[in-house]
């Protein structure tokens, strides 16, 4: 069941630019476990959305199945959804990125929806540089099906049942720069300051923009010996940035060690303060990335923080030299020859 | 008894030799006289070096099915000598290259055999190792064109026309042309008694295959999204929607493309993209063949739930698994017809000419839009791949999409409630709202699992048996929109009549002339689309037995009619040729017959 929450609003609640209240980013009620880390990113979202003054019609968010794919209920209940099939939702908004492109498009899935059914779809979406922001609410486990092992469960974690996973995990954030993801960024869902700015920083990149979130499942997958629990994570998060957001048209303060604080100037003129937490590290250095996300799984550590970025990144609609006006708007007009040139066809024929 | 204009040519090649573009020289060469070609390639799944077929039927009647019996067979594959020589008829023609001798035991006696020294003539006259072997072609058509009366500028004609921008190829091809036509002069006696005479009997016709057609249909139809993976024979389809988008669907002030397209990584991919484009207001659609209809069964499922239009072409080939992927059947119509888990029904739209895969292309993205679900045009390979005769396009410049019912902002605005799922109108189709469209309203859940008329999740009985009796509402409103069968009936009632759609449409046209020749003469219907209209079973109640013809082992069509329309099965016989090859009128008529004779068989 989705519950319906009540509409009322207190007068004096903040607005945002657009005169929207934070109420008016949120969703239904959640129907998830009680204290399950998807419903805290689903606040990030709202939260996110609401500072950065989007219209919430128009963002489509799009999901596959699972219970992450469950969570666009939760959120921006003025947005259109799709909550598509097992593993599908990257060939879905693909096919709705390029019937218009002037949306932006929020996708949430889960690890199973992700590293398993879907990881052909997944990795065929980052190659082609959808612009699209797509959250990973990654718990390591099936939650809907009752806590079976997922294929990002890592090596040696003991689920509920006692069975210690005997296979490798997969990272997600790795994959997608080998593949060719022009932004991943790795999260905590208890870590709202970190995941806020991450969430508003993916939302203005154009391409691809992955968030892997670690987001514990509280009834399955948060006990001792599991790698994605509270405890775990909180004990083993590394931080390798933390970052502001800052949107196109607020002054930039200058003063800032830049030995430490690397500034990103995003697609749309926005841009991302960084301060780097390590000194090895280079944001837009796959190469130094991939080191790093190496060592940290040595250590069982979980980095989080922007990882990666491209911001010269060229998204699909740009690479296929499509026009600039959405394909759902253009009408007979540009899309329908007519008759002299089909009579002109038929003449070649004959 | 005259054979003019009534005979059939085939040739026997090596796949990948460029033999095929050559035959289709010979067959247009027929066409451009004034007279009726049919012309079908038979080839294997193969890059280089398999047997390949090239059959031509010239018919002065018009009849454009294939024929059984080969009066003229040019062979130059050695390979399938033996089984090429025994497919001609007694008293045809067997022409070779006899640069090697043939050996003896090949030879029949009852049939006459044509040496042309292929190899020996290009070895002579080309120097480049590529045109020694191509040019071998072009000698043969030559030689045919001499000894069939065809006249040698007509294919050079060809040539000005292919050659276009490459203007110093047309030089050699007239001169092979020319050699293979001096040999036969000087060595045979010539015509043959069959032979081609100029007519005035394909009017303003266009000869085109029905996947070229399809992808012109979609332009004009205005699809603008199309996602594909390639498979066999379909690929040809997206290709030519692409060929004509890049020369139609240009903007002319920024160069930029007013279409998108996307080869998926699966068919899995091809579907979701379509759905998710058409879900955003765009006109989308994917190609496939059977196993792609496998593999997109669940996301049917979900467009037919969620009731999103899409448009998707089955060109069908021989199944099941891989099959014989370049031989064609009919093979899906059960997997499309109910495609994907639980009760689902599609809509299936049955063109049997490229014309018909123009209109029925462009038309399918009214049908998904105006309907809201999936729409599924079954071709197959023998349509889709072959060059055929068929009658002008046409298009008329005042026809506006239907782009069925989807709310804009300002009528979001004036209706006092709105819900997905709710039917308004009485007629099974709901409103439906585009991402974007409105700030405050409109919006809603597209999902796949149990709603009610809001889009609101649901797991309440009543709701989900309300919802699901008005999806088949809305396909009873389908019937009222969808192309009718075409039905043959002479007035006087047959007790016997036959039924048939797709690409058994010609040879059953010419079983039908044939059955009134011999005074048996029977009625029939062609059904283009699914599910059946009240028309189909108004006429098979009129008879006491309906031969089905199908190009399927199964009778799949047979067992849609009994399922749906609640027809005794012992009125609906069965003829069914599965082979890989198309359906021939002697095919049918032996069937036929025999059933006449030993109605119990």
């Known amino acids: ?350 | 008894m005259s054979r003019i204009n009534d005979f059939v040519v085939r040739f026997a090649n090596v796949n990948g030799t460029g033999s095929a573009s050559a035959n289709y020289l010979f067959a247009k060469s027929v066409f451009r006289m004034g007279v009726p070609v049919s012309a079908k390639n038979i080839f294997p799944s193969n890059i280089q070096g398999l047997p390949t077929w090239y059959e031509v039927r010239v018919c002065e009647k018009g009849y454009l099915g294939r024929k059984e019996g080969i009066d003229l067979m040019v062979s130059v594959n050695p390979q399938s000598f033996k089984r090429d020589i025994a497919s001609v008829k007694t008293g045809g023609y067997f022409l070779y290259d006899n640069t090697k001798p043939l050996h003896e035991e090949f030879l029949r006696d009852d049939i006459h055999f044509i040496g042309v020294p292929l190899m020996d003539i290009c070895n002579r006259e080309f120097t480049d190792p590529r045109q020694k072997q191509l040019f071998k072609n072009i000698v043969y058509v030559g030689a045919i064109v001499r000894l069939l009366n065809i006249d040698t500028s007509i294919i050079e004609g060809l040539f000005a026309e292919q050659f276009q921008g490459k203007e110093k190829l047309i030089a050699p091809n007239v001169k092979a042309l020319h050699l293979g036509s001096d040999y036969v002069r000087d060595n045979f006696r010539y015509p043959l008694e069959f032979s081609v005479e100029v007519r005035d009997l394909v009017g303003d016709s266009i000869m085109i295959d029905g996947n070229s057609a399809a992808g012109l249909g979609a332009v004009y139809g205005g699809a603008s999204v199309v996602s594909w993976y390639p498979i066999t024979p379909s690929t040809s389809l997206v290709s030519a929607f692409e060929d004509y988008a890049k020369k139609l669907r240009k903007d002319p002030l920024t160069g930029k493309n007013n279409y998108s397209i996307v080869q998926a990584e699966d068919e899995l991919a091809a579907i979701g993209m379509a759905i998710g484009a058409n879900w955003n207001g765009a006109r989308s659609f994917t190609a496939t063949s059977g196993p792609g209809i496998s593999l997109m069964s669940e996301f049917l499922g979900l467009a037919y739930y969620a009731e999103l239009p899409v448009v998707l072409v089955d060109v069908q080939r021989s199944g099941p698994s891989t099959g014989m992927p370049t031989r064609t059947q009919q093979s899906d119509f059960i997997s499309a017809a109910y495609a994907s888990h639980g009760d689902t029904k599609h809509i299936l739209l049955i063109p049997s000419t490229p014309t018909e895969c123009f209109d029925m292309m462009a038309d399918a993205f009214d049908y998904a839009e105006q309907l809201q679900t999936p729409v599924i045009m079954m071709s197959d390979l023998d349509l889709g791949m072959n060059e055929h005769m068929t009658s002008p396009f046409q298009w008329d410049d005042n026809r506006k999409y239907k782009r069925g019912k989807v709310l804009t902002a300002s009528q979001l605005d004036t209706l006092p409630s709105w819900g997905r799922y709710r039917d308004v109108d009485g007629d099974g189709i709901p409103y439906r709202t585009l991402p974007g469209t409105h700030p405050t309203k409109g919006s809603y859940f597209t999902r796949g699992s149990s709603h009610d008329e809001n889009a609101a999740y649901s797991e309440d009985s009543a709701t989900y048996v309300r919802i699901m009796d008005r999806l088949l509402k809305k396909l009873e409103t389908a019937k009222k929109i969808l192309p009718a069968p075409q039905v043959y009936q002479s007035g006087k009632n047959s007790d016997h009549a036959i039924l048939f759609y797709g690409t058994s449409m010609h040879a059953a046209e010419e079983a039908l002339d044939v059955l009134k020749m011999e005074g048996t003469p029977m009625d029939a219907i062609r059904i283009k689309a699914f599910p059946f209209s009240f028309e189909v079973s108004e006429f098979i109640e009129l008879y006491d037995k309906v031969f089905v013809i199908e190009q399927n082992r199964d009778a799949q069509v047979r067992a849609l009619l009994i399922n749906e329309l609640e027809i005794n099965p012992k009125k609906l016989v069965k003829v069914l040729n599965y082979d890989g090859t198309p359906i021939t009128a002697d095919f049918i008529l032996k069937s036929i017959h025999q059933h006449l004779i030993q109605p119990n068989n």
């Open chain 1, 1 to 350: 069941m989705t519950y319906i929450k009540p509409k009322f609003a207190h007068p004096r609640l903040p607005k945002n630019e657009l005169g929207f209240t934070r109420k008016e980013y949120e969703g239904s009620l959640s129907t998830l476990c009680a204290g399950c880390g998807h419903d805290s990113i689903s606040a990030a979202i709202v939260d996110a959305c609401f500072e950065m003054n989007i219209e919430p019609h128009r963002v489509a968010k799009m999901s596959g199945i699972g219970c992450s794919s469950k969570t666009p209920a939760y959120f921006l209940s003025n947005s259109h959804g799709f909550n598509s099939v097992h593993g599908r939702m990257p060939s879905v908004t693909t096919g709705a990125n390029l019937a218009n492109r002037s949306m932006i498009y929020l996708g949430v899935s889960g690890d199973g929806d992700t590293a398993s059914i879907g990881m052909g779809q997944f990795a065929h979406v980052v190659r082609r540089n959808l612009n699209m922001t797509y959250i990973v609410m990654n718990n390591g486990c099936y939650g809907l099906t009752k806590g079976q092992d997922s294929a990002t469960a890592d090596y040696g974690s003991v689920n509920k049942t006692g069975n210690m996973n005997s296979f490798e995990g997969i990272d997600l954030c790795a994959l997608a720069i080998e593949l060719g993801a022009t932004f991943v960024a790795q999260s905590f869902s208890g870590d709202k300051g970190q995941l806020i700015p991450i969430i508003k920083a993916a939302l203005s990149h154009s391409g691809f923009a992955l968030i892997n979130v670690v987001s514990p499942c509280v009834t399955f997958n948060n006990n001792q010996g599991s790698t994605k629990s509270y405890d775990y994570v909180r004990e083993h998060n590394e931080t390798l940035s933390s970052l502001d957001f800052v949107p196109v048209k607020e002054e930039i303060l200058t003063d800032y060690d830049h030995t430490k604080v690397t500034m990103v100037e995003m697609h749309d003129g926005s841009m991302i303060k960084l301060n780097k937490l390590s000194p090895e590290w280079n944001p837009e250095d796959k190469l130094s990335i991939m080191t790093a996300l190496h060592k940290a799984r040595e250590k069982h550590e979980i980095l989080t923080g922007l990882l990666y970025i491209d911001n010269q990144s060229t998204e699909l609609n740009e690479l296929l030299n499509t026009t600039s006006v959405p394909l759902n708007q253009l009408t007979e007009k540009e899309l329908c020859p007519g008759s002299a040139i089909l009579e002109e066809i038929c003449r070649g024929l004959r």
